[in-house]
């Protein structure tokens, strides 16, 4: 059979964002993948040179719609880190809460995502409707249901009183129990397994040798997770990464969602230890110097190199995100698959597209 | 998965019709932005915070405009306000058919004069 080329996106309707792929196909089975991106490039990190350091909490946010409370978390602890800032525990604590909130609701929204592109069209709606839950406590608790615009150089602009957090924990109790009605389903069912068993392998050496991030890595059975360095309140948290050994789409899909009733189990912690006292302090100064900082977001690890010249803009702003550490992977995961297995393998590295461009 | 399916049956519907049932705002909820130009003495401070630049303030005219469309509903404006006249209802912007500015217009404070003697002094002794 002679080779075809396919081209794959960049409007496809599985994918939530634009991609394209270049596939080249024998026989129905993908033997080469190259992957071009560049749609939705917005150079906010050139917008660095425009807005001040501070306007800048609200750029980054704006980097990924889905994890934006913890691309502000990232930014602004490397900034208080470049700055001496020391915040209050409480701050730290709080910021804890929102980030697994959002890694809740991206996980749950991925989840839902990837059932659809299996074609399981009710299991997406089950698990969007889950979703919308998570959501309505950020709008409770933050003020907006996505980018929740909290964190502020210093700590975070809003408190969670008493009274929310009894309603946060019922609500945390309720989901939790949606969650495991639907688990069954997710990893136990016929039609699932039939379709992401075995497909998109990567083996443990080929995912470090690629550099995958997050949920691709740990699928692969490497326990690699930023949460690790006890950023924020994560030390407090007891917390362990959670490792699958196959590196299939399967175990892409039980990662997540184990590490969405895990987020449950910590954000229960984070209430529960929730110190009292006060929420931010006052920063007085422009930064200077240059700063490394790392967090673990729903994709994996998000890195910010930020230099700062003493003036209120900031020299350099560089941001890695985890889409763009799991795309070469994705290129070694499709030699060998069948095409119509293609669109599930894209949505198992959960590709966030405008988080990748910028 | 029958369960939930049955329960999906029989139970409360998750959705609503939008336009016609409308879900009650959050309390603290940063919904649409309102100023009140009886307390706003136009310092700007709003429009220099504003990380979207939708706000736009002229103190010779006494001219309040913020662009509904730009806004991020971040509320950063609402935190730095020396007066407390801005607010976020917790009711979103109703969605529109044609973009519109918002004007709002506020009292010119003119300063105090300064003495003649006063600005003068330090010039003529040099």
Known sequence: MARTIVP????????????????TVEDEI??????????????????????????????????CGICSALHAMCYTQGLEQMMGVEIPRRAEYL????????????????????ADAFGFESLFMQFWRIRERVMDINEATAGNRVIISVNVIGGVRRDIDAEQCKWILSELDDIEKQIRELQSTMLNDYTVKKRTVGVGVITKEQAIDLGAAGPVLRASGVAQDMRSLGYAAYDDMGFEPIVETDGDCYARGVVRFRETLQAIDILRKAIAGLPEG????????????EVVSRVEQPRGECFYYIK?????NLDRLRIRTPTFANVPPLTAMLPGMELADVPVIILSIDPCISCTER | MTPTIVKNFFGKRATRMYPVTKREG???????????????????????????????????????????????????CVDVCSRNCLKQHPEYRSPATEKFLMHEQGEVKKKPKKEAGDSAQPTSSQ
């Open chain 1, 8 to 23: 794959f996106g960049p409007q496809h309707p599985v994918l939530p964002e634009p991609i394209h792929l270049t596939l």
């Open chain 1, 30 to 63: 993908v033997t080469e993948a190259v992957p071009a991106l560049g749609y939705v490039h917005r150079g906010l990190e050139s917008l660095a040179d425009i807005r001040d350091h501070v306007q800048m909490i609200q750029v980054v946010e704006r980097v």
């Open chain 1, 95 to 114: 910021r804890t809460i929102w980030a697994e909130l959002h890694r809740m609701h991206s996980h749950l929204l991925w989840l839902g995502l990837y």
């Open chain 1, 278 to 289: 006060e929420i931010n302090v006052k920063v007085r100064g422009r930064p200077k110097g």
């Open chain 1, 308 to 312: 700062g010249d003493g003036t209120k």
């Open chain 2, 26 to 76: 959050f309390d603290h909820a940063r919904g649409e932005l309102f100023v009140d130009m009886k307390e706003c003495n136009l310092c700007s401070l709003c429009a220099r915070a504003c990380p979207a630049q939708c706000i736009t303030v002229d103190r010779t005219t006494g001219k309040w405009e913020c662009d509904p469309f730009s806004c991020v509903y971040c509320g950063v």
